[in-house]
């Protein structure tokens, strides 16, 4: 006997090709594809005979208000968020927010565009009621709460009396995050604080995540949910020359170590001058200036490519699988995509034990790992691999059944649709949640 079909809103923010095509954009604008893994998780729903998906997300440069349309059996709605006057008035916003020096102005400027911001939620939220009115779901779903522009729209929905779940993809009240970044923008932690504290259930991928949400809110149900990460093309179909021995694959910041990695590199220099690595990457004028002052310091400027940003996926897969070994010194990190994606590419990983990052090993060593900041044990790490080519091929074995068997579409979809079950029966009958679908922090 057929189970009976979950109809599920996910609240959103993603763009890719397929979606820009059925999108009434402007032409003189440059898109970008963003948040793959809401393409990874749609893609594997497509066909779901358990699941009917209703998608509502803002997106850049609409020439329209609203759209609407059907694509492979998801049902979307779209609205424009950005208007060409609201992005003006954010960015004067932003603009006084960096020049004024006194803290009560700056607190002031905050108070008038979290003001703004809210007359701006208002026209988006009404929508996003209009469409919950509509589809009637049996679960409502936000995929991120610290984004102002689509999160901030599911406050106020608990009054259809529909479950209401969270997927926390990152936390930008993070006070890690904060030091490191320098975020300041309190609009965004005010509304990205006030969901985590106000709603029932929460999908979590990593223990910090898992620990910053309880915090604020003891008394919720936290569910586990490593998501969906996928490649787009089979390395062992594809013949690619080795030419470099490491590849850094991540936004180039401060926060993804790329300074550890070029320390690192520079002591292996001393006993490997031949060795090279790649970095891809989007990265700033100025701290690409900084790195490849780092790297002329060293005596590793001609060891080191920086291949800037790739934004077709399958280009910047075939540029990874130039390079032997995968390593990514993130120091803040829930879990990387990054690393995973590498894993599936069939590349040996080295990393930090950052964050989540240890649930790569959750079932034995699959990557190679040291605390977060050991600069020495990451450059031994690196070692290893590039020196024992036997021990780097069946690391690079293990990590990429691992990731198949943990991060592949299908074990994730039918975790998904459990969990969708399990959240409405203990929302509407107090029906316990499966042990094995929640997050204890030892994921």
């Known amino acids: 006997m057929q189970k009976n079909i979950v109809k599920v809103l996910l609240i959103c923010h993603f763009s890719n090709p397929e979606i820009r095509a059925k999108l009434e954009l402007k032409q003189d604008r440059k898109y970008h594809d963003f948040a793959v893994w809401i393409t990874n998780r749609l893609a594997a729903y497509a066909g779901c005979d358990e699941l009917e998906m209703h998608i509502v997300a803002p997106h850049k440069g609409m020439t329209k208000r609203t759209q609407e349309f059907e694509l492979d059996g998801i049902n979307y709605y779209f609205y424009n968020a950005w208007t060409d006057l609201g992005k ?154 080795k030419e470099f021995d490491f590849v850094f694959m991540a936004r180039v910041t401060p926060i993804k170590g790329i300074e550890h990695l070029l320390k690192a590199l520079s002591t292996i220099h001393k006993e490997s001058p031949e060795v090279s690595l790649l970095v891809l990457g989007p990265v700033s004028k100025s701290y690409l200036a900084h790195l490849k002052g780092i790297c002329e310091d060293h005596g590793i400027g001609n060891n080191v490519v920086f291949g800037g940003h790739i934004p077709r996926r399958e280009d910047l897969f075939m540029k990874v699988l130039r390079a032997r070994i995968f390593v990514l010194p993130t120091t803040i990190e829930g879990l990387a995509t990054s690393a995973v994606e590498a894993m599936l590419l069939g590349l040996p990983v080295v990393t930090y034990a950052t964050g989540g990052m240890p649930f790569l090993n959750s079932d034995g060593e699959n990557v190679l790992m040291c605390e977060t900041g050991n600069i020495e044990g990451l450059t031994n790490n690196m070692m290893r691999l590039l020196t024992d080519k036997e021990f780097a091929q069946k690391l690079a074995h293990r990590g990429q059944e691992f990731a198949k068997r943990t991060f592949g579409a299908e074990a994730n979809v039918n975790r998904n649709i459990r969990q969708y079950r399990a959240i409405i029966e203990h929302y509407h009958h107090g029906t316990p949640i499966p042990d094995d679908l929640m997050y204890t922090g030892a994921q």
Request: aromatic share 12%; hydrophobic share 40%.
């Open 88 to 241: 003006f008035i954010d960015k004067g916003f932003n603009v006084l927010i960096s020049k004024v020096k006194f803290r009560i102005l700056v607190s002031i400027i905050h108070f008038l565009k979290s003001i703004y911001w809210s007359i701006a939620f208002c026209r988006q939220k009404n929508y996003v009621k209009a469409v919950v009115r509509l589809v009637k779901p049996d679960i409502i779903h936000l995929n991120g709460a610290e984004n102002p522009y689509y999160s901030a729209t599911v406050l106020g929905l608990e009054e259809y009396n529909f479950p209401i779940c969270i997927t926390i993809q990152g936390i930008v009240g993070d006070p890690v995050v904060l030091k490191a970044s320098d975020f300041n923008d309190m609009s965004r932690i005010k509304i990205e604080h006030r969901i985590q504290s106000s709603y029932q259930y929460y999908i979590v991928g990593s223990p910090e995540h898992y620990k910053l949400v309880k915090q604020v809110n003891l008394c919720a149900n936290y569910l586990f949910s490593p998501g969906i990460r996928t490649i787009n093309i089979d390395p062992l179909a594809v013949n690619v020359q």
